[in-house]
């Protein structure tokens, strides 16, 4: 993925020198004593975030073939990650505190949107995060098949769980490396069976196309793997240097995960012979057994436990963040935002969002998790609303990175995904659009019923007011031009 030159946008004024009082405010709680995020885990949490490895993208190839597969995981992050991601860069680094897309929202339609927000983003990405300790249960029952059912799959469900919130409530730094340790592992089998296919490669094979094109399965699987870009923006505040760090992170993110996607897609579709029918999910293990021998196949599929374990244990701590991010806007009670004393997480958050997913872990939901899609769509579209409507309210606002754009190349930027999120929205059942409203309703009802606490005191909350007012002073200060 070549977008390097779209994110290395100017920063006229030092990050440094303008959001400094910014950052000080909305962290409130997190302190300067502890240990941030520096540029190389970041970069490995963004893209367990999003990816975690090329597991997933086989229902690219069964549902239109080869060709169309490459096609889509080549032009895909141009017109959907590589706009995401621009816009994660430019707000995260303009109001660089926990909460991202909630603080955004917030800022430009007010507290009742940043609520919303918050819900269809929490929702999606708690579904989202159920699904990982049941695929890790899959896996290991691949070579342990007791795991497969009854008291040893729970006992194995619970135990990732737990462990995993152990290490998030260890900090973010923690997690972090572990994040590089977990990707190098997962990666480096795809490399292998790449390097070891070259000369096994037929290119012909490339331009295979299936009989009975999914169109709608296809969408799906190119949507679901290589979205939540914006997921980091939850822990913006516990980033070093956010200003320079984020662009940075997200360029190398994008770009590791646009190419960890396609080099292998290349390499088994060009060397193994079969018809795009037999690409399920999982086949990556079998590709790499035909390519280079059962020890390969194997080691993929460990690489997949290994995947699971990272991509769970980002999105805990982007939703953890995201809580506390709320908390201190004042959209949630106070106690979101309570922090451990010896490693300054947000422990309530931590073991409350670790709760949910683990309950959900327990269920069959192909329903729920369509939902969670349209949910994030929601809130995507509202996002990019925000994006807009920041450039044209508040010029001033100072944004250390920016994308180089003026206004109508930002919108035009903000067009092309949002119609395809109505394209994938506009496709969803009935059933889908049942639940997402049954949610959304439900976020409403969150609101309106932390409002009715706050004004009769009977749960403490934070003066959200105290964050806002900050990136007031902060625009007043320094002048911007759309």
Request: proline content about 6%; overall charge positive.
């Amino acid at each position: 993925m070549t977008q390097e030159a779209h994110l290395g946008g100017d920063a006229p004024v030092p990050a440094k020198d303008k959001n400094a009082d910014v950052a000080a405010v909305v962290t409130t709680g997190a302190g300067g004593g502890h240990n941030k995020l520096s540029l190389v885990p970041l970069i490995f949490l963004i893209f367990f975030e999003v990816a975690g490895g090329p597991y997933g993208a086989e229902p690219a190839v069964q549902s239109a073939g080869p060709l169309y597969a490459l096609l889509g995981f080549l032009i895909f992050p141009f017109i959907w990650a590589i706009p995401e991601a621009l816009v994660t860069a430019e707000l995260s680094t303009a109001m660089p505190g926990n909460g991202g897309f909630v603080l955004w929202a917030d800022r430009a339609f007010g507290p009742f949107s940043g609520s919303l927000m918050g819900t269809w983003k929490y929702v999606s990405g708690a579904i989202n995060g159920a699904a990982f300790p049941a695929l890790c249960a899959d896996y290991l029952a691949r070579v342990a098949p007791a795991v497969e059912g009854g008291a040893p799959r729970v006992a194995t469900i619970v135990v990732f769980n737990v462990a995993l919130s152990f290490l998030n409530y260890t900090g973010l730094t923690v997690v972090g490396w572990s994040a590089v340790g977990l990707g190098i592992a997962s990666l480096s089998p795809f490399v292998l069976m790449s390097g070891i296919a070259i000369p096994k490669i037929r290119p012909h094979r490339w331009g295979g196309v299936a009989a009975d094109k999914d169109w709608k399965l296809f969408f799906n699987t190119l949507f679901w793997n290589l979205n939540y870009w914006d997921s980091v923006s939850t822990m913006a505040g516990e980033v070093e240097r956010p200003g320079k760090t984020l662009p940075k992170a997200l360029v190398a993110a994008v770009s590791m995960t646009s190419l960890g996607y396609l080099l292998p897609l290349m390499a088994a579709t060009g060397a193994v012979d079969v018809a795009p029918e037999a690409w399920g999910n999982g086949f990556f293990a079998d590709a790499a057994g035909m390519i280079a021998g059962r020890w390969l196949k194997y080691w993929i599929e460990v690489g997949a436990v290994l995947s699971s374990i990272g991509l769970y244990s980002a999105t805990l701590s982007s939703a953890a963040f995201q809580l506390l991010g709320m908390a201190d806007l004042g959209l949630l009670p106070r106690v979101f935002a309570a922090r451990a004393p010896i490693f300054n997480t947000p422990w309530v958050s931590i073991v409350a969002t670790s709760a949910i997913t683990l309950g959900m872990s327990f269920f069959s939901f192909n329903n729920i998790v369509a939902a969670a899609n349209f949910l994030y769509s929601l809130g995507m579209l509202l996002e990019f609303a925000a994006f807009i409507w920041l450039r044209v309210k508040r010029p001033d606002l100072s944004r250390p990175y920016r994308i180089p754009m003026r206004l109508p190349g930002a919108v035009a930027l903000c067009l092309v995904p949002s119609a395809f999120l109505v394209f994938v929205m506009a496709i969803a059942g009935w059933k889908v659009y049942a639940i997402s409203a049954a949610f959304t309703a439900a976020g409403v009802g969150v609101y309106y019923l932390m409002k009715f606490c706050k004004a009769r005191g009977c749960l403490r909350f934070s003066d959200g007011d105290d964050e806002r007012a900050a990136y007031q002073r902060q625009g007043s200060r320094n002048n911007g031009d759309v």
